[in-house]
């Protein structure tokens, strides 16, 4: 296969996992505002809520960036549009591991026994949770500033000090220095929230295995009606960190590869695209598949088409 047709293909791969992404983010918003609601909506239920939002923008960006039509369909200049569109997906990117993090934190502490410090905080961080998503938004949006400076359009001319990331955005070459400063303080902050999601991970299956361990000593091997549902989301969340930090690392080497040697090959760049954004379509699926309610109504819908077709 010549690199051509590999970058066809891998660039229709992007737009199809884009589609994929967007249509189950918006599937799970739905199934979270429809689901009856006997008392206020739980803490977790708002930041999935707040995870999907942010992996639906991105993925349009995506689509806006991959596709021709889409890209010329923005009636603005070719530069003021990179800089836009990989200043918002940046920023997407960001808020995407922030909430992820966010959401295993507050896991933690929805299952952590009332003994624990932990515990104080289950009913204080419901008033602080839309503080703490601006605050997060602002974060996010002041340490993406850089990707406005040195994203530009790309030129008809070959230039050496741009690498070429779309067939219209490039990025402009800046000083190793200053380079070497963006990547380290980005990489910081990446390796910082990593380091709380597999903590607060650790925990769980702490958490988790005591539980089991004191069930089993109390001669009852199913859980409680109480701790199931606990239990169910405690193993979704861990599932997504654990699909997340895989995503991340594998990015985190292609991008690092790439800042040292400033050359992106086009089958590379591509590649990397469907890593970065596996996360934000695999994640929705995850979410749903482990829902009760729509295994139910999936299971009822199912039945009811045996019915008709074996009558």
């Given at each position: ?14 737009l199809?996992q ?24 739980k ?27 889409l ?27 922030c ?51 040195h ?36 990489t910081s ?45 405690t ?8 699909f ?15 800042l ?10 591509g ?25 139910n ?7 009811a ?7």
């Open positions: 296969m010549s690199t051509l047709s590999a970058h066809v293909a891998i660039n229709n791969c992007i199809c884009a589609g994929i992404g967007i249509s189950s983010n918006n599937f799970l918003l739905f199934h979270i505002f429809t689901r009856p609601q006997c008392h206020k909506p803490l977790t239920d708002i930041i999935t809520c707040h995870l999907a939002l942010v992996h639906t923008v991105m993925l349009l960006t995506v689509l806006f960036l991959r596709s021709p039509d890209f010329e369909s923005l009636n603005f200049f070719n530069d003021f549009k990179c800089k836009a569109l990989f200043y918002l997906i940046r920023v997407m990117r960001s808020l995407s591991i909430t992820t993090c966010l959401l295993s934190i507050i896991q933690a502490i929805t299952i952590s026994s009332s003994t624990s410090w932990l515990a104080q905080f289950k009913y204080k961080s419901t008033h602080f949770i839309f503080y703490l998503f601006l605050s997060l938004w602002f974060l996010c949006l002041c340490f993406s500033t850089s990707t406005i400076f994203t530009v359009a790309s030129s008809n001319v070959t230039q050496t000090n741009l690498m070429v990331l779309t067939k219209y955005c490039s990025y402009y070459s800046i000083s190793p220095s200053i380079r070497s400063l963006i990547f380290t303080v980005l902050r990446d390796v910082f929230l990593v380091g709380v999601m597999l903590l607060s991970s650790v925990y769980m299956v702490i958490l988790l295995l005591r539980h089991q361990r004191r069930s089993q000593h109390l001669h009852n091997t199913s859980l409680s009606p109480r701790f199931s549902p606990e239990k169910r989301a193993q979704t969340i861990l599932l997504l960190v654990s997340f930090v895989v995503m991340y690392w594998v990015d985190f080497i292609i991008s690092f590869s790439s040292i040697l400033w050359s992106y090959d086009s089958v590379i760049l590649v990397q695209g469907v890593v970065v954004n596996a996360y934000a379509t695999v994640s929705p699926l995850i979410l749903i598949s482990s829902s009760k309610r729509i295994i109504i999936f299971s009822k819908h199912t039945m088409k045996l019915r008709i077709l074996t009558n």
